[in-house]
């Protein structure tokens, strides 16, 4: 009983965040209605018994890319979010189309085929929701650790390069230019 | 006027803010804050946390200090001279008597001279504690070494309350000597002060000039030279960090400084630390005055004999002392009555403050603080 | 699903109520520790009112704060943004209660079966307690940027960049931890140090220090409080809120100051674990809040005695000392953990980690030292 109960509560605040982040005038409100449906997401996935993503959901979106999309917001000169327009309605027709269209290609084949939906139902632990860990939980950070180690180690290499270079470009990037003697900026 | 010729557009462009400086956050630090010394404002142009420009603004205390000396006669701005640096007011009396008395040649007893000397350094003490205290405060050592400096600096105001009757505003000199004497007992707890400051000096050293962070802070931080010293007129233990050596007690010898053996510390590389580290370092040169100034301090009457109506003749003279903040002098011009007709202080925090802004840029917003800190400025001597 | 929700509210309340009067009591040992160290006395003035007993030793003090706090007008500056001004202390502080469940606390009372009781037994535990407090920079920028005040702004922006340096030599130090039980689970790692301590080890000893000086950086505490620095933006982010928002702020910020400590106590000193502990469980209680209290001593006395880094020296500082010494860290322990050979591993991985901390701070700054003076005579 209290599983759908809170199902409902966190289905709803994230539907609500989610049309508040992209309805604001405010852009830093938009964020912020953003990570409030980053948070709901993050109790949706307990509900799903996958708590090491519930964790690692709220450590690196709200904990990481919100402040990144909040600094980015505050050193952008004019776009303080007070005086934005709303956007023009002019490509509303293709907008729409793929508003329906993408989360149809996503959720569809999952609903019409009848093992998935039969396989994975909305069950959280009956009376104490602390012990329901238990029963699945120490397969799922050993169980994903031995999975990243042994069979998708490549991958994960590949992603670690990945973001060393970005990390090293977005320095590069952000560096503040030499200046040669006659006060101009020499190209980075 | 509606049948007029419209007006032809002005052959200029109206650029409202310098282009370079357009995008920069523009801070303005004080006149109320924690820790600018007193109302004194900063108007900063911060590039990040990079100080672009900085414009001191003061003025907030003037007390038209130097005009109501000219309606006023001379002994009667003695107790206005304790009010401009508030903080060492013995120096700023004897540098009023200093300019006065070389307006009419009075000789000033020995007893005089010596006590003069010694509330000089006893002064010197107090500021240079109350320095350290007040910079390590501005560092972020939330109020523990300003209490330890204020527990000696209270000791030396008992001392200055037995002598003169006020603590800090003490209004002790006379044209010729001093107001009184000392009463019975004094000498012999000063010189237990004494003996018991090099204690307290330790103490502070060994907290604080080998901490880290506080080496972090204030090395290459404010870097003055001494050619750029010398340029703005700067005085002082500032002066002296830059590595000159000027100290007014050594090169005009005033009172009887040319009978005390001490020595005058100089810095190297004229940052914030070598500031710190001067003042540190002449308060131990301060207490060598001080045990030979009290070992041979005769018995004596302690005012010479001043005239009753102090009518100079027409002069103009310029009195100046190493107090503890630089050059402090006094510039009269007298006219033969009995008010000067121009009295001008020469004011050193005022002339030292003149190099802020070469000082802090290029440093960040909290460097400037501790900039500032460095320069031991008091707003009372800045506004006068 | 009344049962339910009467079960949580058995649980987290309990945790909350006793963190929070512990808050009150740290307050008043902060002012006293901080006076006692500046050579004063701190607050001992005020006493029970219309009674004539004197001796309360200032211990009233945090309550008159309180009543002060909550009948003070709440200034809202006049262009700021009033939901996100109200909505930033809330969201400092309900994180901070948060993480205070997922510590391994025994509370003081017992089921039928004696089995000790925690607020929230889960097994990723210290995962979701890093994730839950990165919450928290959230907070400092939100209210650094709701006050529409330059000097909120620039408090903001500083605090928001230090905490987030700060979190990775954090997690790292925490991760060596990990890496020697093998699970998450606070009960786990409590449970795995019933016979030594993991700060008794060379590689725990480091992680702790590292992870001490996380922490401070963390909850902004000396000699990293830049964002709080009273002598240069007054008071930096909060420096609009007053009243009760104010009080929240300060709540929050103690209130993590313990779960910080706490995670601590739970990683390096063992949680609960004490002498007669056995005999007597409800004793655990009392060890944790006892451990919990010594780090608050020392977070107390380095905030009393030591100045403050500027910004970009804390910066160089994270990056350029706590992190590579985090990760050799984390090497260092694997090879020990790998090696299970105390009498050869204990001595060179003490050799290896203080090597790499005395070259790494011989990095930092080349030219800053003690100098000699010369004198002119």
Known sequence: ?188 | MSTAAPIAAPPYKLVRHDEAEAGLLEVSMGPHHPSTHGVFRMDVKLDGETVVRLKPVFGYLHRNHEKLAEGMSYLSSMPFTDRLDYFNSMANNWAYALAAEKLVDVPVPERAQYLRVIMAELTRLVNHTSLVGFFLNDLGALGTPLLYAFRERERILDLFEQASGARMMCNYFRFGGLRCDVPAGWLDRTRALVGGFPKFLDEFEKLLCENEIILARTQHVGVLSGAQAINAGITGPMLRASGVNYDLRKVDAYGIYDRFSFRVPLGAAGDCYDRFMIRMLEMRESLKILEQALRDIPEGPVMGNAPRVFKPAAAEVYGRVESPKGELGFYLIADGTTKPYRYRVRPPSLINLTVLEDLCVGHSIADAVVILGSIDIVLGEVDR | MIDTLIHILALTAPVAMIFASLFAFTTWLERKILARIQNRIGPNYINIPFTKFRKTFGLLQPAADGFKMLVKEDIVPHGADRFLHLLAPILALVPAMMVLCLLPFDLPFANESMKRIHAAALDNAVLLFFGITSINTLAVFMAGWASRNKYSLLGGMRAVAQMVSYEIPLVLSAAVVIMAVGSLSAQKIVAAQSTHWFIFTPWGLAAFFIFFIASLAETNRSPFDLPEAESEIIAGYFTEYSGFKFALFFLGEYLSIFAINGLAVTLFFGGGNGPWVQAHPWLSCVWFLAKIFGLIFIIIWLRGTVPRLRVDQLMAFAWKFLMPLSILNLFVAAVALKVQQPWLTWPLCALVLYAAAHGLSRLQQKNVGPRTYQYAE
């Open chain 1, 1 to 188: 009983m209290i599983e759908q109960v809170a199902f409902y509560i966190l289905s709803a605040v994230a539907v609500l965040g989610a049309l508040l982040a992209v309805s604001r005038r405010n852009l830093v409100h938009g964020v912020f209605a953003l990570l409030l449906f980053f948070a709901a997401l993050s109790g949706l996935f307990v509900m799903l018994l996958a708590d090491y993503v519930a964790a690692v959901q709220v450590l690196v979106y709200i904990g990481a890319v919100g402040i990144l999309l909040l600094f980015t917001i505050m050193l952008t000169e004019h776009v303080t979010g007070d005086d934005l327009r709303r956007l023009g309605v002019r490509g509303w027709f293709w907008g729409l189309l793929l508003a329906v269209a993408v989360p149809a290609v996503l959720i569809l084949p999952a609903v019409l085929n009848e093992k998935s939906a039969k396989a994975a139902p909305i069950v959280v632990a009956q009376g104490n929701p602390a012990l329901a860990n238990n029963a699945t939980q120490a397969n799922t950070v050993k169980a994903l650790g031995k999975v990243l180690m042994e069979k998708y180690v490549v991958p994960l290499e590949v992603l670690a390069l990945l973001l060393t270079a970005a990390l090293i470009g977005a320095v590069a990037v952000a560096h503040a230019p030499e200046k040669d003697a006659s006060g101009k900026d020499t190209p980075a």
